[in-house]
């Protein structure tokens, strides 16, 4: 076992019994990412020195006897994360020499434990894409197979865990960003409730979907993780003030009589026979550990991706409106008047995926269509959350498939953006309802490819989903498996 | 004339917050360009907003104090346009649930009385300033000040119920008065505190159906908004001559020629594309917070004027007068408090008090030097019969010099009203003597004489004797 195989906890322990420094795990991590980072292409910036600053300063704190869950971690972050000093381009080229003045609420209050940040995590551009094809650093490699990609758009954040390059990182989600990539790398991901972490200092893609939350090697890594960054910040108003509690105590609550639901809208003809098998497999763990399981329905599941594709580009045309080279950033050269340097800048610093989702949601915001579009799916999104709301009147928690398919080859769906939509079938419908969900490893492919379980929780359920998840953790050994890498 | 001109106002008010409405950066007026400014004004990637609660009791005090009704689910909207002064790409602002609707002001036109209807009032941020100069160091180039990024502002949007451009003016004059009395704004037309746009339209005399408008933006003095009107009633009636159409645009009013011209038109109109906020929640306003505004609401000037006139008796142009500011009928009423002679502290606030001030430079009346507290003292004394009234004006303008007490002034210089009538008598006996000529022709019947004997008397006395008590000599002697 290797330093950076470690999980957090893990890795605490060493830390705390001395056997091993910050500065000792922070070189290995920079090693390893040093030696198969190149196959990988999960990070797009990495910071050895400041790296190295920070391991010295939680190797100083540990030995006057102040360490905390995340002191001395070396950890990465997607890089939609704003990081003051450090370099933040959100994988697009309009941000690509783009160095904020601030930290964001989350990696503050990482930085606070003493958390180490070995660098900043490919995505794709903007969050907008499920393969990380998107971004205009290149796509990044899935671990397990370096010709198929790792999901998206957190595919650094959940590639960095499957090749042991970081010992957790940070992702957002906004349709299943999250969850896909941790599906798709054998890892856990967690979407947490829309308010329970704060958005201030995260690049916002869609604002009313997108949620901070953890990537991490094992369910106890991301219960600590997200305790660490979860709760209520004066500084986003949509974050809600409620008590975060203490998801590591709730862990061992086992799910002897947790009522589970199987949506049929999920368990679809044409859903890959092995993530077929290994949601079957699950479902007879689930009952062999005395859960209750049972059969709901989610009416409007088949409206969800095309709500989602208008809310959240509609959001997006919108949010992304401050790019036009005025304060930071690209700014295009050679143009004449106002007008031209708007358009050249934008036409030059945004990807073709981002200038779709723009123009698709100017158009569902423009007049005369307005309430054709928006308004509507705002309606179908109040119906989504609804049909949620119903389920968990009678269940505890969702189980899904997260995909339909085992990671999919790079550039298998590029032509065909419609089918790339679609492969987000199953995580989106969390994001409209703005409730929780967790993906957690359920086994491989006949070809080896990772397979992920969704875990849907009830807004602000996240101890349910992680004690629901632990219990399957503690009867597997899905995710100790590496990859081959 | 032959057209019937139609007008109706939106006025940007900026609220005297002391922090911007989305962030904590200070809104101070004047400032190092951007040096107020922080990753939320800015639009930093990243940077949410938080709304400035005290926006929104502003909002609900001009609402409250205009008679709109208040709407207790606030959405707060973006309007999005590129502009290099607008950061996000989108102005936070409100849309079809602005915070204050259905709201109405009385103004009076050559002394009748006329409802304005005021359609809607909203909270909204401000935008950046583009400078357009050569500066040194950057050349002749455009440069970005985000200041004022932010600042709150309420949007203010009146019915088309406007007639004249006196009736415009009347209006904006009343709202005027209103946002300073109620503390949301200092009320700076040139430091753009209080903006105005005018949507001007003619129809024929006689009929219901309006004509095509032209928006009038950029005018910063009541003079200015009445010649922009002006002009503007002139071209369109021009265009309605020669048989042409009026073009539905925004024009920009030049102060240097006093015209306006075209900036742009309907079909470059911008498709603002509005939608909900997402970044921020909806603002809940319980009746009770509604209820709490009110209460501490100021009395506003209407109110004042008709108490003015009804309790302390005041003649209507004296209570028209002293309720033009708030800070003038605060002072005006802290020195009838302590000098309950309504008339006559009226006198002498709008007398010597205003014409001290104006000659000190328009200075403001709270900076008065003379604070109701000396101006009462000063009365009591002339009152009292310690000095003569007319004494009274120039122990006024020693205390306005150096802040001084009226007594002390008055004991320094040695003009106690003299009131010993034997003192008196002498100097009537010496005036008399030294003037025999005057006092023949005074007894021959020449009465108008008396008030040069009067003069003089005063004069021998350095001002200080009792005039009552002079006259009162005076006629007993020369009668005798």
Redesign the interface.
């Known amino acids: 076992m290797e330093i950076f195989d470690l999980t957090i906890h893990e890795l605490h322990e060493k830390l705390k019994a001395k056997e091993v420094s910050s500065v000792e795990a922070t070189r290995a991590m920079l090693d390893r990412i040093e030696a198969v980072d190149g196959q990988v292409n999960a990070y797009i910036t990495v910071t050895p020195e400041q790296a190295l600053v920070e391991a010295e300063a939680a190797d100083r704190r540990i030995a006057a006897g102040d360490i905390a869950p995340l002191t001395g971690i070396p950890m990465g972050l997607k890089d939609i994360?704003?990081t003051k000093g450090i370099r933040?381009t959100?994988g697009s080229r309009i941000?690509e020499n783009?160095v904020?003045?601030?930290d964001?609420t989350a990696v503050a209050k990482l930085k606070e434990q003493g958390a180490v940040i070995v660098g900043k995590l490919n995505q794709d551009e903007f969050a907008m894409g499920s393969s990380n094809e998107s971004s205009y650093f290149g796509p990044v490699k899935n671990p397990w197979n370096l010709e198929c990609t790792p999901g998206g758009s957190s595919g650094g954040s959940a590639a960095a865990i499957a090749a042991r390059t970081a010992t957790a990182t940070l992702g957002t989600d906004t349709g299943g960003s999250i969850r896909q990539p941790a599906s798709h790398c054998s890892c856990v991901g967690v979407k947490p409730t829309y308010g329970r972490v704060s958005?201030?200092?995260?690049?916002?893609y869609?604002?009313?979907l997108d949620q901070v939350g953890p990537l991490t090697r094992d369910v106890t890594d991301a219960a600590l993780l997200l305790g660490a960054v979860a709760g209520y910040d004066?500084?986003?108003?949509?974050s809600v003030n409620t008590p975060v509690p203490d998801y590591l105590a709730g862990l061992k609550s086992g799910v002897k009589g947790l009522k589970i639901g199987l949506p049929k809208q999920y368990f679809i003809e044409g859903l890959d026979p092995d993530v077929k098998r290994a949601m079957d497999e699950a479902i007879a763990l689930y009952k062999s550990l005395g859960a209750e399981l049972r059969e709901v329905s989610l009416p409007h599941t088949e409206y969800a991706v095309a709500t989602y594709y208008l809310i959240a580009t509609?959001?997006a045309?919108?949010n992304?409106?401050?790019y036009?080279g005025?304060?930071?950033g690209h700014r295009a050269e050679e143009v004449r008047g106002?007008k031209e340097m708007?358009a050249k800048t934008r036409a030059e610093g945004f990807g073709s995926e981002v200038k779709r989702r723009i123009m698709l949601g100017?158009y569902a915001?423009?007049?005369g269509y307005?309430d054709a579009y928006?308004v509507k799916a705002q309606k179908v999104r109040t119906l989504i959350m609804q049909d949620f709301l119903n389920a968990f009147n009678e269940v505890d928690v969702l189980l899904t498939p997260i995909a339909p398919t085992p990671p999919f080859k790079i550039g298998e769906k590029l032509a065909d953006p419609l089918q790339m939509y679609l492969s987000d079938i199953f995580t989106i419908p969390v994001n409209l309802a703005g409730t929780c969900g967790i993906s957690i490893p359920a086994g491989f492919s006949a070809a080896g490819l990772p397979i992920g379980l969704q875990l849907i929780g009830k807004p602000f359920g996240e101890a349910t989903i992680l004690s629901t998840a632990y219990a399957f953790e503690q009867e597997t050994q899905w995710h100790l498996k590496k990859a081959p890498l | 004339m032959k057209y019937q001109v139609v007008i109706g106002l939106e006025v940007h008010t900026q609220l005297t917050t002391n922090t911007k409405i989305f962030c904590g950066c200070s809104t101070k007026f004047g400032s190092e360009p951007n040096s107020q400014t922080c990753?939320v004004c800015?639009?930093?990637?990243?940077?949410?907003?938080?709304?400035n609660r005290q926006v929104v009791e502003y909002a609900i005090r001009a609402g409250l104090a205009t008679n709109c009704s208040i709407t207790q689910r606030n959405v707060f909207a973006?309007k999005?346009y590129?502009y290099?002064d607008l950061?996000?790409?989108?102005q936070i602002s409100q849309f079809d649930l602005p915070i204050c609707q259905h709201g109405h002001l009385d103004i009076e036109v050559e002394g009748e009385t006329k409802r304005i209807g005021i359609t809607r009032i909203h909270m909204e941020e401000d935008a950046g300033k583009l400078v357009h100069a050569d500066i040194q160091g950057v050349g002749d180039d455009s440069c970005?000040d985000l200041n004022r990024a932010c600042t709150p502002l309420l949007e203010i949007v009146s019915e088309p119920d406007m007639r004249s451009p006196d009736e415009a003016i009347a209006y904006l004059k009343k709202l005027h008065q209103i946002v300073m009395y109620l503390g949301i704004c200092d009320g700076n037309l040139e430091e753009g505190s209080f903006r105005c746009d005018a949507n001007v339209s003619l129809m024929p005399v006689g009929s219901t159906v309006f004509g095509t408008r032209a928006e009038l933006k950029n005018i910063n003095s009541f003079k200015f908004i009445k010649q922009a009107i002006e002009y503007e009633i002139e071209r369109q009636a021009e265009i309605l001559d020669d048989g042409g159409k009026v073009i539905q645009e925004t024009r920009l009013f030049d102060p240097n020629t006093g015209t306006t011209r075209s900036m742009r038109g309907k079909e470059e109109a911008h498709?603002y594309?509005?939608?909900p906020d997402?970044?921020?929640?909806p603002v809940l306003i319980p009746d009770q917070w509604i209820e709490d505004v009110r209460s501490e609401l100021p009395e506003l000037p209407e109110a004042k004027r008709a108490r003015y006139v009804a309790e302390l008796g005041l003649p209507e142009y004296d209570a028209e007068v002293l309720v033009s500011s708030r800070e003038l009928a605060q002072y005006y009423e802290e020195t009838v408090a302590l000098f309950p002679q309504a008339k006559i502290v009226s006198n002498w606030v709008m007398g010597e008090v205003a014409r001290a001030l104006n000659e000190d430079n328009n200075r403001s009346i709270t900076d008065c030097p003379v604070t109701p507290a000396l101006l009462a003292d000063l009365l009591k004394l002339m009152e009292k019969g310690t000095i003569s009234g007319k004494i009274a004006k120039t122990v006024f303008d020693e205390m306005y010099k150096t802040g001084k007490a009226p007594e002390k002034i008055v004991e320094e210089k040695g003009l106690v009203q003299v009131s010993d009538t034997g003192a008196i008598e002498a100097m009537v006996d010496e005036v008399l003597n030294a003037n025999p000529g005057q006092v023949e022709q005074y007894r021959g019947g020449k009465e108008t004489v008396f008030g040069f004997f009067v003069g003089q008397v005063m004069r021998a006395s350095k001002g200080k004797a009792n005039p009552a008590v002079v006259n009162e000599l005076l006629l007993k002697k020369l009668k005798a």
Do not use: H, M, Q
Not at chain 1, 199 to 204: E, L, S
Not at chain 1, 234 to 238: A, F, L, R, V
């Open positions: 994360f704003i933040t959100c941000l783009f904020p003045p601030y964001g958005r201030y200092g995260v690049i916002a869609a604002s009313s004066p500084k986003d108003s949509t509609a959001e045309s919108s992304l409106a401050r036009d005025v304060r930071f106002l708007f100017t915001l423009s007049s307005y928006y | 990753p800015l639009g930093f990637p990243g940077a949410l907003p938080v709304l973006r999005n590129f290099p950061p996000k790409g989108y970005v498709d594309r509005y939608f997402p970044d921020l929640v």
